[in-house]
């Protein structure tokens, strides 16, 4: 006579499936038993529609947005798909290659957040002062 009542007892663990031994009623150890626990507490993921096709989806991660490429994707979601890549890809060249406001010289990334939009203070001084000059004049 166990914890869990006779109809209600497992004769593999709940969690791998590993065959019981002995005293062993739903789980193989506790760590087979707290890993179940924690599944069970984890929010449930749904089949989301994909924004790009509307062809609904299996969220794995919460970083996935789209149809998987190589695997549920139809022909035109793997289009747009590219295109967002494309896009991407030619906002990174910008930021890149992003050029001063006031002399046009490269105005340097640092490789996280906006790109500089002067390449130095003497360049933003002097578009300022061009500024408040040219709103007074």
Do not use: I
């Not at 009623?25 to 994909?50: D, G, M, T, V, W």
């Amino acid at each position: 006579m166990g914890y869990y009542a006779q109809d209600n007892q497992l004769y593999d663990c709940g969690h791998c499936g590993q065959r019981l031994t002995g005293r062993q009623e739903r789980y193989c150890s506790a760590s087979c038993r707290q890993a179940a626990y924690r599944a069970s507490k984890q929010p449930k993921r749904l089949a989301s529609p994909c924004p790009l096709c509307g062809e609904p989806f299996q969220v794995t991660s919460k970083r996935k947005k789209f149809c998987d490429y190589d695997e549920e994707a139809e022909d035109d979601c793997r289009a747009a798909q590219d295109d967002l890549d494309d896009a991407a890809w030619a906002a990174e060249w910008e930021r890149e290659n992003a050029k001063c406001a006031h002399c046009n010289e490269p105005a340097g990334w640092s490789g996280k957040g906006r790109p500089r939009r002067f390449c130095s203070n003497r360049c933003k001084q002097a578009d300022y002062r061009k500024r408040r000059a040219q709103r007074t004049a």
